[in-house]
C-alpha cells in the first residue's frame, strides 16, 4: 500500500509537534511554603546541580537561609505561593519531574547582586539548586519561560 506524499507530510510534522507539546497534570495544593517544609533535606542529585545565573551551585541552604523545594510536572509546579525573608538568603531546588525541560524564573525582580533570579532549562528527572538573596520586599510573579502557565507567587518580608 502506498501513502500519498501529503499524508506523509503531516504524519511527519505531526510527530515533532507531539514531542514538543507537554500533557497537563499535577496537584492543585496552593499553600504557602512554610519554614519546616523549606528546611528538607537535599536529595543526593541536587549536589551535582549546577547554578544559573544569580545562583550557586550549593546544595544545601546558604547561611542564615532557608531552602525550598519546587517541584516541576508537565505543565504545573506544586508551589503556587512561596514566602522568604528579605536580605536573606533563599536556597531553592527546582525539580523538574515532567518529560519537558522546565524552569523556575522570578519576574519583575533581581538578586542582591543585579543578577536575575532563574534556573537553567533542565530536562525531565534532572535537579537545578539556585541560591539568591532579595533585598526589597514586595510581591514577585515566577514561571517557567517555556511553558507560561506554570507560574506563581514569590513574596518577600
Known sequence: MRFDTARRRAALLLIPAM????????????????????????????????????????????????????????????????????????????????????NWHVLSVKDSAGKDITTKLITGNTTEVITFTIDKTGAFDYLCDVHPEMKGKLTVQ
Open 19 to 102: 514531542l514538543i507539546t507537554g500533557v497537563a497534570c499535577g496537584s492543585t495544593d496552593k499553600r504557602p511554603v512554610g519554614a519546616a517544609e523549606a528546611k528538607t533535606p537535599a536529595p543526593a542529585q541536587a549536589a551535582a546541580a549546577t547554578a544559573a545565573p544569580g545562583g550557586s551551585s550549593a546544595g544545601a541552604p546558604a547561611a542564615g537561609g532557608e531552602k525550598i523545594v519546587i517541584v516541576g510536572t508537565d505543565n504545573k509546579f506544586d508551589k503556587t505561593a512561596i514566602t522568604i525573608k528579605a536580605k536573606e538568603p533563599a536556597t531553592v531546588e527546582f525539580q523538574n519531574k515532567g518529560s519537558a525541560i522546565h
